[in-house]
């Protein structure tokens, strides 16, 4: 991995799923965290070290999952205004419970080739453990930088 500070292009052509994950990440959502604890922990670490600069304002999980990465993303931005988003419903239920009692924090179903958000809506854009995932990358990726705000930070990692 190159320097945080140092900006890396990634070329893609394809991404190795070819079908909806949706409904297998559905079926591990109740034992997600427990079961990819460790993968989990190691690759938030990497993106929260990526995410360092000025404190967000607003940021977007992509890929959010089960809602680990904003779980920290919380602890570490307690003013920030959080959203994810993710296709499967079993890991926006599990996020959901994380967040019942915290307004700041939302999570809705999309996919990453087609965020729902306005352009330039988020000074934070961070995917984590999910665009292995997503179909078209390139497409997602073009998605991301959309809604970044000019000066934002894109944070990727995926292992």
């Known amino acids: ?87 499967s419903a079993g890991m926006l239920e599990v996020a959901r419970r994380k967040f019942e009692h915290d307004p700041q924090v939302s999570v809705h179903g999309a996919y990453a080739e087609r965020l729902l958000f306005r352009d330039e809506s988020f000074d934070g854009v961070v995917c984590v453990n999910a665009l292995h995932c997503v179909r078209d990358a390139p497409g997602a990726l073009g998605e991301m930088v959309r809604v970044l705000r000019p000066g934002g930070r894109l944070v990727v990692v995926d292992w």
């Open 1 to 87: 991995m190159g320097n945080p500070a140092t900006p890396t292009t990634i070329t893609t052509t394809s991404s190795h799923c070819r079908k909806d994950t949706a409904p297998a990440y559905d079926r591990l959502a109740p034992q997600y965290d427990v079961r990819w604890a460790r993968y989990v922990r190691e690759t938030c670490d990497q993106a929260l070290r990526y995410l360092d600069g000025p404190n967000p304002q607003r940021v977007l999980d992509v890929g959010c999952g089960s809602g680990e990465f904003l779980r920290r993303l919380r602890t570490r931005y307690p003013a920030a205004v959080l959203t994810g988003v993710d296709p």
